[in-house]
């Protein structure tokens, strides 16, 4: 196999994906069910988000607001992945041939046991965890999934791709369907089917600086009958079969963190069912403004707590009986069932349906997190106002006032909303993200252009408004150590290197989109399209398992990574272990570039999956730069943009747009170290030899190769306080 072929059109829109379902995923005879499911499968049928009522049932809160969201403030828990109903639809949706009683969903729950087959839950969000810096936080997560074969969810039946690089646990992580992989040529054979058995499932703490054996990466997973592991699999001593006990060091400064599923190539199935919750990061050393609390709003000096809300918004499809529905038609035919982005037409936030939620002409505070598979949310509040406070990787120094926030999938924004004088009013957060983000088709402004609704009433408040000022706008934090100047967009420290790495797709030859998106022109691998290595790529074996690593960074030290993003829409890169700063944004002469880099290449034409066109070291070619690319800096075009002013703190996911170079400061050390200081992380980020990952928070394309391994080079003769086989 050898992709010659890349291509920055498109021409293959969402719209479509939905088309093309109505159209073939009925049970009509003339409907040929996809190559590989059995002839009598009944697909089912979507639903129109327009036949769904909005704004029907109220938004479900944490449980210490008086909610149903589980939240968890003991250093240890035991999170079950459970398959269970929840009222995810309106109360008042009747579907027209059945009865709802719920839909079916995956979700982590608090305790050792699952939800019984009987009334349903009200969320399949959760649960919340509350850490405390300095106290580590035991959890034993235990995967008590069904197989396939049992589940109720027809996205694990129908759209799971054994042509991706995945999991693969019945066959010790082999991947011959993705090794046989042709171009513009279905599968056959077992190949052609969609995968039968038990499923893989590891939990990854999203923005957790932490070991690499307990990053939760795509290879550490576990199947729920406690037989098949990733060859990066780890425990802590004293586990379940089908489960791992990772014990987190909570040392990082305060942040609002999420956990979800990252098993190989299936991510986008497992977060889909349901598996996400929210892991919060306070610090007890951390002085907050007056009327701040760690997890939400104080009404002055010893007054009452009024705890954050999360709004984890997510889009999905359903079926007409209320069941989550999931496409399953790739539009190319080497990969029958993978789908380049998903797309929902209807909006869920902490699991149900465009919620409402009632509050008082006042002051609130939300976390807001994007666990969308691949929409880009552009939110605004009818002119109100939305206040950013904190960002990824904790607080901002000051709050910055929004009209428009953009959150891509990964990303969470912690925010303030003040009410006041609205009493009476009833506001819809709305999205005008346009899919792809950002130059395709605009959200319908009656379905996927909503979110939530908010009924204002009055305040019932005894006095004034005593939680966090934002007009007076006090300091949120002591200032934070930065590695660029946000104002400038130029850098505070000198870096160790620069690399330059592009973000790549290739056009399939007969299909109508995308057959794969990489990082740097390289496989998750790193082998070339045809499997054999790079000599410059560095072999590292785990687990029986060789990947070639290209970057390879040491700890302590600060390099700039410019993101050259060569595709048509923009991608959330997302970086595990450690957050970083964004530098600033170029316009790219695309077009010249691209003609310069399909030149650099031996042959002098592009090699789709060889990785980059010159050698990875630095060259008098690629501007000195690591990374293997033809210096961007002849092809730029314009000035640089500063970064947005919400982006003026840590980020562990950092919007590249399209036609650009996105540049960020990367640190491999806590993030309150100063600048100049050599401090090095609590545990040997080398330990295990695993290393972390860095990728595309799409979803789906992180689960087509757009995700590449990195290693760190630990300090030498560091003192470590966390240690593998003592601590974790
Ligand atoms: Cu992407």
């Known amino acids: 196999m050898r992709y010659l072929r890349e291509n920055m059109m498109r021409t293959w829109f969402p719209a479509q994906y939905f088309l093309v379902a109505l159209t073939l995923a009925s049970c009509s005879p003339s409907a040929a069910p996809p190559s590989g499911t059995p002839p009598n499968a009944m697909a089912p049928t979507p639903l129109p988000a327009s036949q769904i009522p909005q704004f029907v049932d109220p938004l479900p809160l944490l449980a210490v607001a008086g909610g149903t969201i589980e939240t968890i403030t003991a250093p240890s828990a035991t999170l079950s992945m459970c398959e269970f109903k929840a009222t995810v639809m309106p109360s008042t949706f009747a579907p027209t041939s059945s009865t709802y009683s719920g839909t079916y969903v995956w979700g982590y729950r608090n305790g050792s046991t699952c939800p019984g087959s009987g009334t349903p839950l009200s969320t399949y969000i959760g649960p919340v965890l509350v850490s405390t810096r300095g106290t580590p936080t035991e959890i034993q997560y235990i995967n008590s999934l069904p197989n396939t074969a049992a589940s109720r969810l027809s996205a694990w039946k129908t759209s799971t791709d054994q042509t991706l690089s995945w999991a693969d646990p019945l066959n010790s992580e082999a991947n011959r369907c993705a090794g046989a992989v042709v171009e513009n040529q279905p599968p056959y054979g077992g190949c052609a089917s969609n995968y039968a058995g038990p499923v893989p499932t590891i939990p990854h703490l999203h923005g957790g600086e932490v070991p690499p054996v307990l990053d939760g990466g795509p290879d550490a997973w576990f199947t729920s009958d406690g037989t098949y592991r990733g ?15 990772y014990r987190y060091p909570n040392k990082q400064e305060a942040a609002p963190l999420w956990f979800h599923d990252h098993a190989l190539g299936v991510t986008r199935l497992n977060v889909y069912a349901g598996l996400a919750g929210i892991y919060l990061i306070t610090d007890p050393a951390l002085t907050l ?34 069941q989550l529905y999931f496409p399953n038609m790739g539009p190319n035919p080497e990969h029958p069932f993978w789908m380049m982005e998903f797309f929902g037409d209807t909006n869920v936030v902490n699991g149900k349906v465009w919620p409402y939620l009632n509050v008082e002409a006042r002051r609130y505070r939300f976390l807001l997190i994007n666990g969308s598979n691949a929409r880009t949310y552009e939110l605004s509040l009818s002119g109100q106002p939305l206040w950013q406070i904190a960002t990824d990787g904790g607080y901002l120094d000051k709050p910055v006032r929004l009209g428009k926030l953009t959150v891509m999938p990964g990303e969470r924004a912690d925010i303030m909303i003040d009410f006041s004088g609205l009493a009476g009013q009833t506001l819809i957060l709305e999205n005008h993200g346009r899919t792809p983000f950002p130059n395709g088709a605009p959200p319908d402004a009656a379905t996927a252009g909503r979110i939530l609704q908010f009924r204002v009433g009055p305040s019932t408040l005894a006095g004034a408004d005593a939680s966090y000022n934002l007009a007076q706008g006090d300091a949120l934090r002591p200032p934070m150590r930065r590695l660029v100047n946000p104002a400038t967009g130029m850098l505070t ?13 290739m056009m399939g030859s007969g299909g109508m989109g995308m057959v794969r998106l990489l990082i740097n ?47 048509a829409d923009a991608h959330p890169i997302h970086i595990h272990l450690t957050p970083v700063q964004v530098l600033n944004r170029q316009r790219i002469d ?7 880099y399909d030149m650099a290449f031996p042959s002098g034409a592009s090699m789709f999956g060889d990785g980059p066109p010159l050698t990875y070291l630095p060259s008098a070619a690629s501007g000195s730069k690591h990374g293997g690319n033809p210096d961007i800096q002849p092809y730029l075009d314009g000035p640089i943009q500063l970064p947005e002013i919400n982006e003026a703190g840590w980020k562990d996911t950092v919007i590249a747009y399209p036609g650009q170079v996105t540049r960020i400061a990367v640190r491999f050390a806590p993030t309150d170290t100063a600048a100049g200081v050599a401090r090095n992380y609590s545990f040997d980020p080398d330990a295990g030899g695993h290393g972390f990952v860095w990728h595309c928070h799409i979803l789906d394309h992180e689960d087509n190769d757009m995700m590449r391994p990195y290693k760190i080079t630990a300090a030498r003769g560091a003192a470590r306080t966390y240690v593998m086989g003592v601590d974790y």
Do not use: C
């Open 590 to 596: 695309l077009g010249m570039y691209k003609m310069a």
């Open 521 to 567: 022109n390289t496989k998750a691998s790193g082998t070339r399209a045809d499997g054999t290595a790079r000599t410059d790529f560095t072999a590292v074996t785990v687990g029986g398992v060789t990947e070639y690593m290209s970057e390879a960074s040491a700890e302590g030290e600060t390099e700039v990574w410019e993101i050259v993003n060569l595709t």
């Open 231 to 245: 060859h990066s699999y780890y425990s802590k001593a004293g586990t379940v079969p089908n489960g791992a006990i």
């Open 289 to 322: 403004p007056a009327g701040l609390h760690p997890i939400g709003l104080r009404q002055g000096a010893g007054g009452s707590i009024d705890h954050v809300t999360p709004l984890v918004i997510q889009d999905r499809m359903f079926d007409t009986t209320g």
């Open 493 to 505: 420290v000198a870096p160790s290197k620069t690399r330059q790495l592009t973000l790549n797709d």
